[in-house]
């Protein structure tokens, strides 16, 4: 071993370890392959950060970790409804993906100077949304069961572009807000509700489909500066 760090191979039967060390300034690479359940462990550091790999069995996790300047890349599975985690920090920032059972969430997260780009898809009705802000502008994709919406919205000083989806009768509902106020709408219902297309332009003008079950009606109405 350089610097007074060991370089070790150990092989050992009935349950034993393989062992692999390595330490350059006090820091260890390690990998460590157990039987009867026990980790298998890569292990690097450099000034502090860490390099790691661990797999156990009985519901143990694989986890990968990469520090450098207190930011981290971390990938952890493990048993038993455990988490999947990718994360990895910079100045604070974080990118995330996290998989559990039992209900848990699939979430994506990047932020960089407070904005932020999310996944989630979570079991018993949680929603799948993905969220990016820039400028404190969202767009969210969003699908629930249950009932819940399936919305993508994105806005821009103030304005909007929404997908809506919901089941037992709820909307489809795309709207645009541009300048001037003037909404795109298409919304679909069920149980007897609309279908309806809205096109706002300047003036206050606008373009309106609506067709409506049960009984309801086909209406085109074009207003032009009225």
């Known amino acids: 071993g350089g610097g007074g760090g060991p370089l070790r191979v150990t092989e050992r039967e009935g349950g034993g370890s393989l062992r692999i060390t390595e330490g350059g300034g006090g820091g260890p690479l390690r990998i460590t392959e157990r039987g009867g359940g026990g980790p298998l462990r890569i292990t690097e550091r450099e000034g502090g950060g860490s390099l790691r790999v661990t797999e156990g069995g009985g519901g143990g996790p694989l986890r990968v970790t990469e520090r450098e300047g207190g930011g ?20 604070g920032g974080s990118l995330r993906v996290t998989k559990g059972g039992g209900g848990g969430p699939l979430r994506i997260t990047e932020r960089e100077g407070g904005r932020s780009l999310r996944v989630t ?4 009705g949680a929603p799948l949304r993905v969220t990016e802000r820039e400028g404190s502008g969202p767009l969210r994709f969003a699908e629930g069961g249950g009932g819940g919406p399936l919305r993508v919205t994105e806005r821009e000083g103030g304005g909007s572009l929404r997908v809506a989806e919901r089941e037992g009768g709820g909307p489809l509902c795309i709207a645009k807000v541009g300048g001037g106020g003037g909404p795109l709408r298409i919304t679909e219902g069920g149980g007897g509700g609309p279908l309806r297309i809205t ?21 085109l109405i074009s207003v032009d500066g009225h």
């Open 72 to 91: 981290s890349l971390r990938v952890t599975e493990g048993g038993g409804g455990g988490p999947l985690r990718i994360a990895e920090g910079g100045g």
């Open 199 to 219: 096109e706002g332009g300047g003036g206050g003008g606008r373009l309106r489909i609506t067709e409506g079950g049960g009984g309801g009606r086909l209406l």
């Open 121 to 124: 898809e979570g079991g018993g």
